[in-house]
């Protein structure tokens, strides 16, 4: 049998490697750094922007009066987002696109990759609505409960779930189902991989034989899968799934080691290169952090029978997501270990209910998902100093070296796992 070879083989391909990115990550600092300097060179710019989110919110005035407003956070077509404000009679216009006169001159280069709040005045809102719109606005025909429309929205057009909803799922450890990213992905590229395939064989017996089917069906299903990236305005824990199926395939048809730090070192060098806003994204790192600790399980555990990985790699993943989840969101209940239940179900539950709204019984989970929400309501706020965070990072990076300190992580992560449960009860 072939062994797999490695991606580098030598330090010389190595630093090309990392020059060649060096020159690409340059070039796209240059054109972020042209955009900055088009919005902020007058008082005043003019700005096409796509409404992500848009939520109402009342503060106490200087004269001590309470003052209602609109708070839009916005997706311009030059990639920046930004946040503005306008009067509490505002039309909804979540997912419409605006035009409007954005008064940023005082927005620095690091906000404008991290995200600003701006004043602005709009000039024109476009009422022709998008496929995205349309979408989105049959679900919620389909669906009475207004809450159970926005969790399908957010599973199909990447649309943001409302405040209330992101709180009881992040209680519940499932927050990154409701994102759309590489679980997703998988799903659905084995989904259409099954619809593909046979209508492909009858083709190809027939018409062209001599062809490849393995790559021919992988570009079927990476087209269909790049349009639908685009069509959702490429979110980054979806461009990073992408990306790496990309890569993978890639690496694959070549004979080269898939599971590999490399080959995640690879993936995670080439879109920062492409797409420097990644790097203040947190969706892109906890999507990476997800997949750097299947691949830590994969490399120290591969003696393991493969239905051992396959049983132990949820539990395994959920612990040593566990700080990340507690640090940075805080929030926990008594159900959030049930989340590696919930994950499993989802890859049932993911095509299933795509299959159902496309014959008209989109609603037939809802009481089921009302039931659902309503666990997460029993939530607590579980405080994790930071420091432990640092910790188990460290810990991690040096487990890729010495397995000893896997045992390490994996004390840690019960020990932060027996600390949460023990605060909440």
Request: with cysteine; hydrophobic share 50%; glycine share 4%.
């Amino acid at each position: 049998m072939l062994e797999k070879v490695s991606l580098f083989t030598s330090k010389r391909d190595f630093f090309i490697f990392l020059l060649a990115c060096g020159f690409i990550l340059a070039y796209a600092l240059l054109i972020e750094f042209q955009n900055y300097k088009k919005l902020t060179y007058f008082d005043s710019c003019l700005v096409s922007a796509t409404v992500i989110k848009q939520y109402e919110k009342t503060k106490e005035t200087k004269t001590g009066k309470l003052r209602t407003y609109q708070v839009l956070k916005l997706q311009a077509e030059k990639g920046f987002s930004f946040y503005t404000t306008a009067n509490k009679e505002f039309a909804d216009a979540k997912g419409k696109k605006l035009q409007l006169i954005l008064y940023a001159d005082k927005v620095t280069l690091y906000e404008f990759f991290t995200g600003f709040y701006a004043y602005s005045r709009v000039l024109e809102i476009e009422e022709i609505p998008t496929l995205k719109q349309r979408i989105n606005s049959h679900i919620s025909q389909v669906h009475k409960n207004q809450n159970i429309a926005n969790i399908y929205q957010a599973l199909y057009t990447a649309s943001p779930l409302n405040w209330e909803l992101q709180s009881a799922f992040s209680a519940l450890g499932v927050s990154h189902l409701l994102a759309i990213s590489g679980f997703h992905l998988g799903v659905l590229s084995a989904l259409l991989f099954f619809l593909v395939k046979y209508p492909y064989k009858l083709l190809q017996d027939r018409y062209f034989p001599y062809r490849n089917s393995k790559s021919d069906l992988f570009i079927i299903v990476a087209i269909a899968l790049l349009s639908y990236l685009l069509f959702l305005d490429s979110p980054a824990s979806l461009l990073r799934a992408f990306a790496m199926l990309i890569i993978g395939f890639i690496l694959y048809d070549r004979g080269i080691k898939i599971v590999s730090m490399q080959t995640l070192f690879l993936t995670l060098v080439l879109l920062l290169s492409f797409f420097p806003r990644l790097l203040f994204s947190l969706g892109f790192w906890l999507s990476m952090s997800g997949v750097f600790y299947i691949f830590l399980f994969l490399i120290h555990f591969k003696h393991l029978h493969k239905v051992w990985q396959f049983i132990l790699v949820p539990f395994w993943v959920y612990l040593l997501m566990l700080p990340f989840s507690l640090a940075i969101f805080g929030s926990f209940s008594i159900y959030h270990p049930l989340s590696i239940l919930w994950t499993t179900l989802f890859t049932l539950f993911y095509p299933l209910s795509i299959f159902l709204h496309s014959i008209g019984f989109g609603d037939l989970f809802d009481k089921i998902l009302e039931s659902f929400i309503a666990l997460g309501e029993t939530k607590n706020a579980v405080p994790l100093a930071q420091k432990w965070l640092y910790l188990h990072i460290v810990f991690s990076f040096l487990g890729m070296w010495k397995k000893s300190f896997i045992l390490l992580l994996l004390l840690l992560s019960l020990f932060l796992f027996i600390y949460a449960m023990y605060y909440i009860t």
